[in-house]
């Protein structure tokens, strides 16, 4: 079994920064893609960044310059520093990981609670 678990949501003024954390436990062989989605009242989930198991990175144009995303390989986490907020990066952001359970076995995604983000004076 493997959890996924969110920390470092809260209330910040715009312009303000945040760093979001997810940490992987349990039966873990191996770990591919960790990705950061968010999801706004009434709207889709969306990606917001994803990194490879290679230190790949890619980022959704409205974060571009503001969003870091990066992985602690030792600790199977993986963080977004979120710089400059704008209260459109108001949402419940998720952590998301593609791994591996056994040697032979298919990678599965898996999602973290969700963490709340809020931009606002």
């Given at each position: 079994?493997?959890?996924?678990?969110?920390?470092?949501?809260?209330?910040?003024?715009?312009?303000?920064?945040?760093?979001?954390?997810?940490?992987?436990?349990?039966?873990?062989?191996?770990?591919?893609?960790?990705?950061?989605?968010?999801?706004?009242?009434?709207?889709?989930?969306?990606?917001?960044?994803?990194?490879?198991?290679g230190g790949s990175t890619a980022y959704a144009d409205?974060?571009?310059?503001?969003?870091?995303?990066?992985?602690?390989?030792?600790?199977?986490?993986?963080?977004?520093?979120?710089?400059?907020?704008?209260?459109?990066?108001?949402?419940?952001?998720?952590?998301?990981?593609?791994?591996?359970?056994?040697?032979?076995?298919?990678?599965?995604?898996?999602?973290?609670?969700?963490?709340?983000?809020?931009?606002?004076?």
């Open positions: 079994q493997v959890q996924l678990v969110e920390s470092g949501g809260g209330l910040v003024q715009p312009g303000g920064s945040l760093r979001l954390s997810c940490a992987a436990s349990g039966s873990i062989f191996s770990i591919y893609d960790m990705d950061w989605y968010r999801q706004a009242p009434g709207k889709e989930r969306e990606l917001v960044a994803s990194i490879t198991s409205s974060v571009k310059g503001r969003f870091t995303i990066f992985r602690d390989y030792a600790k199977n986490a993986v963080y977004l520093q979120m710089n400059s907020l704008k209260p459109e990066d108001t949402a419940v952001y998720y952590c998301n990981a593609k791994i591996k359970t056994r040697w032979n076995s298919a990678p599965v995604n898996y999602w973290g609670q969700g963490t709340q983000v809020t931009v606002s004076l």
